[in-house]
């Protein structure tokens, strides 16, 4: 089929001359030099195939014509965006399965109470807000998932999962207020959260409202990310054969300026690669940011089509809505879709705001086709028709082809308007997102628009309108939901309870490590590998790793339980066929995210949220390097509290000192404070394997044999140069746990009373135990040794304890912890820590002594740990100065000698502070 190409088509498509697809669709004469009639043989040879073998094998003709141009030097020659029109042809359209007329009553009905809570919450002067806008836009891509395909969870369906838009939560609010699940009170309480369980919260908020709101969304970005790695837990649970998931599906509804968000985009190339069929994405394309246009000098439906179809999704687009169909159908030139295609976005929020003879004038008044094909039109008409998400037979349409797509997860990108219906003051406006009141000639239109049966002053009084029980309405949604196995969203705990291994087996499990060089970090390693083979809990742990197991002595494991991939393995590793090798199977254990801790997290909020939206009890250990936690991913495990997510975070190489030849960047000493923001976050710093085993076992009966809605970190450390003790005689699981004991219970508090208490965490204990023996030997002082494991915990129980007795002056006052075990002890009181200093001082108020608290402030840099212990000033020599000097401040040490001590401990006091070095 080959032709002359004329000089003059050489010319063009040398000059690179661009043609619309509008163009080459059509057949007009494209800049490539084809003739017309030579171009429409290739057409009809493509509709040959087409109607002979069907669009895969067009698609696969059409790879292989690119994959040999590409090896003759042709560049460029694939396009990631299509048309700017539906997607789906309107002969391909399924019949629509409901009643429409009665869902858009349906629809108009919950728009109505969702505009009214949010303008009684305005109208009540407490100031608490709303927002408006985002439902307003999305009401029909949210009720078309409800009436038809979101699943709740029953006895032979795992259920769905579905992340709504945050700012969406007042229409979720509304629909459950129409079924009956909320009443009159519970929305004229929209924002006031307290009395807990009064009001309802803001936003989605599981802490708050834990038997309605399944996932956290309105951090955006996060709602997304969590989404995709959700989907791939429930294949995880699969392959493991713990859980029948195979019905289930993740729709998750994201506004189209939250893509801005990294969060939102980072993860997609996982749902192609797991071939997460499981997942639907809704991106609500209002075009509106909340304060401007998403994009307005581009188009961002094309921007994200591009993105997703390039990362190997399967792209929908839902633009226009039917009254564009016959218009679209007579679009015989092309000049219709060449139209859509040019107009950039900020112009057409301007059409939103504007008449429609201004439509008829900028739109389609640059070309008199176009025109013509709107004559028959009024300009009323025009203003009216209809972008694809406010159509529910299109977004029917969408939805169905995504649930049957295989093979890859679906995004729909719905065009849709922000604020539509709530009239001249909120709809299109930049001001939309922040509008919180109506006037009452906008509640009239909106009231009249919609055709709900309100007088005149029940529509100015925003009045809640629901529907007699036994109303068509009601009776439809009713069931609806009861075809789709009842309510969403909702939130059912397990009343599973797990039988978690003893104290004792704990300990029998590291009876090997007592008098050996480990490290906490290898301790932990060790009980989880243990705990996998447990014939209870065992097939429930979920060792989650980000590309760090050998770092952290953890890759024994890779033989023992299998790494986790949805492919098995189809290739030979290099180290097969040695006692630890990388093994990946199916049904494999271990969750390795590669470096990705943002996906890490989110995984460890999948397992450990699956006790109440899987009704099975998981239990999540991420260990990760621990300055990447916090300070990488802290709304993620914020959004875990939010989740009542359980499980264990494990900071391993934490520490300044510890992890002393990465330098600054990664060396940790924050995460025990940031740690201690998060309400439900119980965080330990143990120093020995025995403290690591206690707590670990503490954690999980407290979790998953009592149900507490709590859930751990841990730092361990990577530094295993001296041995690990066995248990003191003396010392129990209870004061491990809560948080201070002294290492020899049997001294007596009189003998205690007057001398130093020296508080150690972490590997830093070994250098406050030397420092106990150079008091003694050097000064002729003795002092006593207590192993703080939880500042954290010390502090939130005294301050519990002092509230409680500030509230009742006429009972007996409570004691707290720490006034339990210091009683009679007047102290110094000195602590030390590779913590930074203000860990420890959240305990200054509750103590009965004089306090003085080393830590390692300042950045962190590479060193031998001997040279960074003595710039942080937190080694043996540094403790003893720190309690020397605290003696002297009270009378019990002659304050002249201490420079001399400076000397005699080889302290520079003209040195460098490390806060500021």
């Given at each position: 089929?080959?032709?002359?190409?004329?000089?003059?088509?050489r010319?063009?498509?040398?000059?690179?001359?661009?043609?619309?697809?509008?163009?080459?669709?059509?057949?007009?004469?494209?800049?490539?030099g084809?003739?017309?009639?030579?171009?429409?043989?290739?057409?009809?040879?493509?509709?040959?195939v087409?109607?002979?073998?069907?669009?895969?094998?067009?698609?696969?003709?059409?790879?292989?014509?690119q994959?040999?141009?590409?090896?003759?030097?042709v560049?460029g020659?694939?396009?990631?965006?299509?048309?700017?029109?539906?997607?789906?042809?309107?002969?391909?359209?399924?019949?629509?399965?409901?009643?429409?007329?009665?869902?858009?009553?349906?629809?108009?009905?919950?728009?109505w109470?969702?505009?009214?809570?949010?303008?009684?919450a305005?109208?009540?002067?407490t100031?608490?807000?709303?927002?408006?806008?985002?439902?307003?836009?999305?009401?029909?891509?949210?009720?078309?998932?409800?009436?038809?395909f979101?699943?709740?969870?029953?006895?032979?369906?795992?259920?769905?999962?579905?992340y709504?838009?945050?700012?969406?939560?007042?229409?979720?609010?509304?629909?459950?207020?129409?079924?009956?699940?909320?009443?009159?009170?519970?929305?004229?309480?929209f924002?006031?959260?307290?009395?807990?369980?009064?009001?309802?919260?803001?936003?989605?908020?599981?802490?708050?409202?834990?038997?309605f709101?399944?996932?956290?969304?309105?951090?955006?970005?996060?709602?997304?990310?969590c989404?995709?790695?959700?989907?791939?837990?429930?294949?995880?649970?699969?392959?493991?054969?713990?859980?029948?998931?195979?019905?289930s599906?993740?729709?998750?509804?994201?506004?189209?300026g939250?893509?801005?968000?990294?969060?939102?985009?980072?993860?997609?190339?996982?749902?192609?690669?797991?071939?997460?069929?499981?997942?639907?994405?809704?991106?609500?394309?209002?075009?509106?940011?909340?304060?401007?246009?998403?994009?307005?000098?581009?188009?961002?439906?094309q921007?994200?089509?591009?993105?997703?179809r390039?990362?190997?999704?399967?792209v929908?687009k839902?633009?226009?809505?039917?009254?564009w169909?016959?218009?679209?159908?007579?679009?015989?030139?092309?000049?219709?879709?060449?139209?859509?295609?040019?107009?950039?976005?900020?112009?057409?929020?301007?059409?939103?705001?504007?008449?429609?003879?201004?439509?008829?004038?900028?739109?389609?008044g640059?070309?008199p086709?176009?025109?013509?094909?709107?004559?028959?039109?009024?300009?009323?008409q025009?203003?009216?028709?209809?972008r694809?998400?406010h159509?529910?037979?299109?977004?029917?349409?969408?939805?169905?082809?995504?649930?049957?797509?295989?093979?890859?997860?679906?995004?729909?990108?719905?065009?849709?308007?922000?604020?539509?219906?709530?009239?001249?003051s909120?709809e299109?406006?930049?001001?939309?997102?922040?509008?919180?009141?109506?006037?009452?000639?906008?509640?009239?239109?909106?009231?009249?628009?919609?055709?709900?049966p309100?007088?005149?002053?029940e529509?100015?009084?925003?009045?809640?309108?629901?529907?007699?029980?036994?109303?068509?309405?009601?009776?439809?949604?009713?069931?609806?939901r009861?075809?789709?196995?009842?309510?969403?969203?909702?939130?059912?705990?397990?009343s599973?309870?797990?039988?978690?291994?003893?104290?004792?087996?704990?300990?029998?499990?590291?009876?090997?490590?007592?008098?050996?060089?480990?490290s906490?970090?290898?301790?932990?390693?060790?009980?989880?590998?243990?705990?996998c083979?447990?014939?209870?809990?065992?097939?429930r742990?979920?060792?989650?790793?980000?590309?760090?197991?050998?770092?952290?002595?953890?890759h024994?494991?890779?033989?023992?339980?299998?790494?986790?991939?949805s492919?098995?393995?189809?290739?030979?590793?290099?180290?097969?066929?040695?006692?630890?090798?990388?093994?990946?199977?199916?049904?494999?254990q271990?969750?390795?995210?590669?470096?990705?801790?943002?996906?890490?997290?989110?995984?460890?909020?999948?397992a450990?949220?699956?006790?109440?939206?899987?009704?099975?009890?998981m239990i999540?250990?991420?260990?990760?390097?621990?300055?990447?936690?916090?300070?990488?991913?802290?709304?993620?495990?914020?959004?875990?509290?939010?989740?009542?997510?359980?499980?264990?975070?494990?900071?391993?190489?934490?520490?300044?000192?510890s992890?002393?030849?990465?330098?600054?960047?990664?060396?940790?000493?924050?995460?025990?404070?940031?740690?201690?923001?998060?309400?439900?976050?119980?965080?330990?710093?143990?120093?020995?394997?025995?403290?690591?085993?206690?707590?670990v076992?503490?954690?999980?009966?407290?979790?998953?044999?009592?149900?507490?809605?709590?859930?751990?970190?841990?730092?361990?450390?990577?530094?295993?140069?001296?041995?690990?003790?066995?248990?003191?005689?003396?010392?129990?699981q209870e004061?491990?746990?809560?948080g201070?004991?002294?290492?020899?219970?049997?001294?007596?508090?009189?003998?205690?009373?007057?001398?130093?208490?020296?508080?150690?965490?972490?590997?830093?204990?070994?250098?406050?135990?030397?420092?106990?023996q150079?008091?003694?030997?050097?000064?002729?002082?003795?002092?006593?040794?207590?192993?703080?494991?939880?500042?954290?915990?010390?502090?939130?129980?005294?301050?519990a304890?002092?509230?409680?007795?500030?509230l009742?002056p006429?009972?007996?006052?409570?004691?707290?912890?720490?006034?339990?075990v210091?009683?009679?002890?007047t102290?110094?009181?000195?602590?030390?820590?590779?913590?930074?200093q203000?860990?420890?001082?959240?305990i200054?108020?509750?103590?009965?002594?004089?306090?003085?608290?080393?830590g390692c402030?300042?950045?962190?840099?590479?060193?031998?740990?001997?040279?960074l212990?003595?710039?942080f000033?937190?080694?043996?020599?540094?403790?003893?100065?720190?309690?020397?000097?605290?003696?002297?401040?009270?009378?019990?040490?002659?304050?002249?000698?201490?420079?001399?001590?400076?000397?005699?401990?080889?302290?520079?006091?003209?040195?460098?502070d490390?806060?500021?070095?």
């Amino acid at each position: 089929m080959a032709g002359m190409m004329t000089d003059s088509s050489r010319s063009a498509a040398s000059n690179g001359h661009a043609v619309s697809e509008s163009q080459t669709e059509l057949g007009e004469l494209p800049a490539v030099g084809l003739d017309t009639d030579e171009l429409a043989e290739w057409y009809e040879s493509l509709d040959d195939v087409f109607h002979r073998y069907g669009p895969e094998e067009v698609r696969a003709l059409l790879l292989e014509l690119q994959q040999r141009a590409s090896a003759k030097g042709v560049t460029g020659t694939a396009s990631l965006t299509t048309p700017y029109i539906n997607t789906i042809p309107v002969d391909a359209e399924p019949s629509y399965p409901g009643d429409r007329k009665i869902e858009r009553k349906i629809r108009s009905i919950v728009r109505w109470n969702a505009m009214a809570m949010v303008v009684q919450a305005a109208r009540s002067g407490t100031g608490v807000g709303g927002h408006i806008s985002t439902f307003a836009s999305s009401a029909c891509l949210v009720e078309t998932g409800f009436n038809h395909f979101f699943h709740a969870p029953s006895k032979s369906h795992t259920g769905d999962f579905v992340y709504f838009q945050g700012h969406a939560s007042p229409g979720v609010y509304s629909r459950a207020f129409v079924e009956g699940r909320l009443d009159e009170s519970h929305l004229k309480n929209f924002r006031r959260e307290l009395p807990r369980g009064q009001g309802l919260s803001s936003y989605p908020h599981p802490w708050l409202m834990p038997d309605f709101w399944q996932f956290p969304t309105v951090s955006m970005g996060l709602g997304p990310l969590c989404s995709l790695y959700q989907a791939r837990f429930l294949r995880y649970l699969q392959h493991r054969g713990l859980l029948d998931t195979s019905q289930s599906r993740v729709w998750c509804f994201i506004g189209d300026g939250e893509v801005d968000e990294p969060e939102t985009l980072g993860a997609i190339t996982l749902g192609a690669r797991e071939h997460l069929d499981n997942v639907t994405w809704v991106i609500n394309c209002n075009l509106q940011r909340l304060d401007g246009p998403v994009r307005g000098n581009g188009k961002i439906i094309q921007e994200l089509e591009g993105l997703f179809r390039g990362a190997g999704w399967n792209v929908l687009k839902v633009i226009w809505g039917a009254d564009w169909d016959p218009i679209l159908a007579n679009d015989e030139s092309g000049q219709l879709k060449k139209r859509m295609l040019e107009i950039v976005d900020g112009q057409f929020q301007k059409y939103v705001v504007e008449s429609g003879s201004y439509i008829r004038q900028d739109f389609f008044g640059k070309n008199p086709e176009l025109l013509k094909l709107v004559e028959h039109l009024s300009d009323d008409q025009i203003k009216d028709l209809r972008r694809g998400g406010h159509d529910a037979q299109k977004v029917y349409t969408a939805y169905h082809a995504a649930v049957n797509h295989k093979g890859v997860p679906t995004v729909i990108l719905a065009h849709t308007i922000k604020g539509y219906g709530l009239g001249e003051s909120a709809e299109g406006k930049n001001t939309t997102h922040q509008q919180k009141k109506l006037e009452e000639d906008d509640l009239l239109k909106f009231r009249t628009r919609f055709e709900l049966p309100l007088s005149d002053e029940e529509a100015k009084a925003a009045k809640f309108y629901k529907p007699d029980p036994s109303s068509p309405e009601v009776k439809y949604m009713l069931e609806r939901r009861k075809e789709l196995g009842g309510f969403l969203p909702v939130r059912k705990p397990t009343s599973e309870r797990l039988t978690i291994p003893s104290f004792d087996q704990f300990q029998t499990a590291l009876k090997g490590s007592v008098g050996k060089e480990w490290s906490t970090t290898m301790v932990l390693g060790r009980l989880m590998g243990w705990l996998c083979t447990d014939k209870n809990v065992g097939k429930r742990i979920v060792p989650i790793i980000p590309d760090e197991a050998q770092t952290f002595g953890m890759h024994t494991l890779f033989a023992q339980v299998g790494i986790y991939s949805s492919k098995g393995q189809q290739y030979t590793p290099v180290d097969a066929g040695q006692m630890v090798w990388y093994r990946e199977e199916t049904n494999g254990q271990i969750l390795m995210e590669g470096i990705n801790e943002a996906g890490a997290m989110s995984s460890f909020v999948a397992a450990g949220t699956a006790y109440a939206n899987l009704g099975l009890n998981m239990i999540p250990f991420y260990v990760y390097y621990s300055m990447f936690g916090f300070q990488r991913v802290g709304d993620l495990i914020w959004l875990a509290g939010d989740s009542r997510a359980k499980g264990f975070l494990c900071g391993g190489t934490s520490g300044r000192i510890s992890l002393n030849g990465e330098g600054l960047q990664h060396q940790d000493g924050h995460s025990q404070l940031i740690a201690s923001s998060v309400p439900n976050l119980l965080a330990y710093d143990p120093a020995f394997g025995y403290e690591v085993a206690a707590i670990v076992q503490d954690g999980m009966r407290r979790m998953y044999a009592e149900d507490e809605n709590v859930f751990y970190y841990l730092s361990v450390y990577n530094d295993g140069s001296f041995p690990m003790p066995a248990i003191p005689a003396g010392v129990t699981q209870e004061m491990i746990c809560a948080g201070l004991y002294p290492l020899e219970p049997s001294v007596t508090a009189k003998k205690r009373a007057h001398r130093p208490q020296l508080l150690g965490s972490g590997p830093i204990m070994q250098y406050v135990l030397k420092a106990k023996q150079i008091l003694s030997e050097k000064y002729g002082v003795e002092s006593d040794v207590w192993s703080v494991t939880s500042y954290n915990e010390l502090k939130r129980n005294a301050q519990a304890v002092a509230r409680w007795n500030a509230l009742h002056p006429d009972k007996k006052p409570k004691q707290s912890h720490i006034d339990q075990v210091t009683a009679g002890v007047t102290g110094p009181f000195i602590s030390a820590s590779e913590n930074v200093q203000l860990v420890a001082e959240q305990i200054r108020q509750y103590l009965p002594g004089r306090y003085t608290v080393l830590g390692c402030d300042g950045f962190g840099r590479s060193e031998a740990r001997e040279v960074l212990r003595r710039h942080f000033e937190v080694d043996a020599e540094c403790i003893v100065f720190a309690a020397l000097s605290a003696l002297a401040k009270d009378g019990h040490f002659d304050a002249k000698r201490l420079p001399k001590v400076l000397q005699e401990l080889g302290i520079d006091p003209e040195k460098v502070d490390p806060a500021t070095a």
